[in-house]
DNA sequence: ACTGAAAATTGAATCCGATTCAAAATCCGC
DNA sequence: GCGGATTTTGAATCGGATTCAATTTTCAGT
């Protein structure tokens, strides 16, 4: 009496089907061209069955999304299980970050978009619901570890909460995605290395709330020691390139 | 012979009309109900006139952003030709994109729409140039007084040139502007005072660059006079909250 | 004031792609 | 193998952006 349970399995199978065939159009073609019948015919299935999983366009973006955030959130997770320093731990969440950004490369393009008011607005109650679900986790395991540095005495939020630091690093990092991938604007504009200069950014942000200093800025070598170390006892897996 | 000169200046009359209808339907009904019809019916033209202004939907949200960006520029012009300090024109600089929103409760929603790859692509190239040159002078704004403020001895590089500490900067506050006019996403979440934040973390950012505190954090009274004084002799005719 | 070519304006018709839904195909317990 | 339930299909519909032929207005020349 399987049958029931071997059809939700097929359902899900079609749906992530669909997630990626939507991805790689994205990919090949930008998320202008996207188009529903496109997906639905490069999935070799009639734009029926596509709207039986998505109820419109916009649903599809902000599953996208919601997918590649559960990924963000895997990725986080090895770090949240790490057991290491509060200091080295969030070094750790920088990296994966940037292990996130190279294995999805058009995340916050699409993220971008699905947020605006005529994405959101557009998408069902249950999509939104999804993915603000997905990111409550996310924030959750940067604020543990900044409680745990607050506990270790690395950090000193000077009454204010972690949520609110957390917050505010948010707006830094995601000001940064924004900027590098705003397509076009910059075309011509010398961003020199933005994410180098995030984490530049970041930094002085945690010392000036009293951070012990990661490392001397000047000592790039034990920076990327502590890098290889973390790629090697985090993301050991992950990491193809050299 | 004034005729052509006169057709021309009608003409630009009528694209700054269809620039406040549509600036008002979406301050009324949002970004998601906007459409053409309706900008030309509300704007009492027919709706090939409004196409003689505007290539595209995707056009006429450029140009309402580009329109935007220009009020931005003339506050920050005030800030530039105000005789004072680097450092109380840092700050007045802050002032001056407070008083940007609040006059422009809808730039950052549509400004976001406009730069996703969807809009932006669908535009044509002569807008979006429009757009990237308005966005220049505002940025070397800020970079003038970063350096003036370098000369002054307030603010240390450390090797950093203006220019990436004025996107650094940027990434923080642009990132502060997005989370707080994210439709709907962050509804149940509360970001208590989120400029706030981003105030104290950009003053973090400027003491880490060996900016001179601007005040004692914990001197209000002194913050509220500077305040009141960039107010008074920067944007006395704007300033009409007590 | 009148005329006709040029310029501006109009809005009905077109187009495109998202979405629907009645029909056809498939599944499955008997 | 049957028949009702479920799933899939894709042609038809729909909504809204965009076009463009027809109409109206303008205005220099008379």
Redesign the pocket.
């Known amino acids: 009496?399987g049958?029931?349970e071997?059809?939700q399995r097929?359902?899900a199978e079609?749906e992530q089907l669909f997630l990626d065939t939507a991805r790689e159009l994205i990919r090949e073609n930008g998320l202008l061209?996207?188009?529903?019948?496109?997906v639905?015919e490069k999935g070799?299935?009639?734009?029926?069955?596509?709207?039986?999983h998505?109820?419109?366009?916009?649903?599809?973006l902000l599953a996208l999304t919601t997918a590649s955030s559960h990924e963000h959130l895997a990725l986080f997770e090895r770090v949240a299980r790490w057991n290491a320093s509060p200091r080295d731990r969030m070094f750790a969440i920088g990296v994966a970050d940037k292990i996130f950004v190279q294995r999805n490369p058009e995340h916050f393009r699409i993220a971008q978009y699905a947020l605006c008011e005529v994405v959101w607005r557009?998408a069902s109650p249950e999509r939104r619901q999804e993915l603000i679900d997905a990111g409550d986790p996310i924030a959750d395991i940067v604020v543990g570890i900044v409680n745990a540095a607050v506990a270790a005495g690395d950090l000193d939020l000077n009454g204010m909460s972690p949520e609110q630091l957390t917050i505010g690093t948010w707006a830094l990092v995601n000001g940064t995605h924004n900027l590098v991938h705003a397509e076009g604007v910059l075309e011509d504009f010398d961003v020199r290395e933005p994410y180098r200069l995030m984490c530049r950014h970041l930094q002085l942000l945690l010392n000036g709330y009293g951070w012990r200093p990661l490392a001397d800025p000047a000592d790039d070598q034990a920076l990327d020691k502590l890098i290889d170390r973390i790629k090697d006892e985090v993301f050991h897996d992950l990491c193809c390139e050299k």
Chains 1, 2 share one sequence.
């Open positions: 009496m049958t029931k071997r059809r097929q359902f079609r061209s996207l188009q529903m019948s496109r639905a070799e299935y009639a734009v029926g069955t596509l709207y039986q998505f109820a419109s366009k916009e649903d599809l557009a």
